[in-house]
């Protein structure tokens, strides 16, 4: 939104958005494009998909242009022919690598050193239009899919705002993507934020990373499910996976290889603390106790 507004030259007719979801005790949360569009006089409107009346709705306002950044539907093909064509998919990856649902986390998960956002034609086949612009940046480390995709909002934006100009006098035709280099970054499962401690602890950090801030990744102790906001990878001497320990002033599991340090969880029923703050609190706790248990 701010990266179109950022253009000049254009005329906002409408937002096309997710309807509002529920949130924390029953409340609904607003998309955040929703807000924007608000405080600038934009109208918004929120089907549960482009079809029917919600289509017909779109189609009267006569588009010139579409842009869309992780709407989270297909776009009707009717719709871009509507606009003759001219439409732009903002997506927070390196096309071709990683099209679908959740780049950032996939980029995250497969241990990627760097990501960005792409500029591309868009098409109603999911994600795969001609490329138009790219934009690189390194990925931190340590850093989660909420950071970087707060990051590559503002990336999206200011990339959008610098191409868009050009391309209204001239619509270029792009660069097609290479169907052998392309991987897909399907939604994530909130299963499979379960910390299996058979794996290696540099693959659990990117787990941990890629599901914060949702849908959370997880263990159990003594029955409860606690979440892992934050960790680090340690080594130290090899003991049975799963084991539960203190060391340096911090709680650590041994994984599949190294110690997953737990440097900020958040125990079912209460607030985010320290993984140090969550064992002062543990009564009784041996150095033989085992995560999951």
């Known amino acids: 939104m ?11 007719v409408g937002v096309v958005t997710q309807p509002d979801r529920p949130a924390h005790r029953g409340a609904l949360r607003e998309p955040p494009v929703k807000e924007r569009a608000r405080t600038i006089g934009v109208p918004v409107f929120q089907p549960a998909g482009l079809r029917g009346t919600a289509l017909e709705t ?12 992780a709407y989270g ?3 009707p093909a009717t719709l871009i022919q509507a ?5 732009i998919n903002v997506h927070a990856s390196l096309l071709p690598r990683w099209r679908g ?19 591309m034609l868009g098409t109603a086949e999911l994600d795969a239009g001609p490329i138009l612009a790219q934009r690189r940046t390194a990925i931190a480390s340590g850093e989660t899919r909420g950071q970087l995709e707060t990051r590559l909002a503002a990336v999206g934006g200011a990339l959008l705002a610098d191409e868009l100009p050009r391309y209204l006098g001239a619509w270029p035709l792009g660069t097609p993507q290479d169907p052998a280099q392309v991987t897909h970054g399907p939604k994530l499962d909130p299963r499979a934020g379960a910390l299996d401690f058979s794996r290696t602890a540099e693959e659990l950090t990117r787990i941990v990373r890629a599901y914060t801030p949702d849908p959370g990744a997880y263990t ?7 979440v892992v906001l934050r960790a680090t990878v340690n080594g130290g001497r090899g003991v049975e996976r799963g084991t539960l320990a203190i060391r340096d002033g911090a709680p650590q599991v041994a994984a599949g290889a190294g110690w997953l340090r737990l440097d900020e969880v ?23 106790e085992r995560v999951p248990s």
């Open 2 to 12: 701010k990266g179109l507004a950022d253009a000049g030259t254009l005329a906002l």
């Open 83 to 87: 606009a003759a064509g001219h439409a």
């Open 220 to 226: 159990t102790f003594r029955g409860q499910r606690v």
């Open 73 to 75: 539907n297909r776009i």
């Open 58 to 69: 779109v189609l009267a306002l006569r588009p010139e242009l579409l842009v869309w950044a």
């Open 266 to 288: 958040k125990p079912a029923g209460k607030r985010a603390m320290s993984g140090a703050e969550w064992a002062r609190g543990l009564r009784g706790l041996s150095g033989d």
């Open 101 to 119: 649902a959740a780049p950032i986390a996939h980029a995250i998960l497969a241990g990627d050193r760097e990501t960005g956002v792409t500029l």
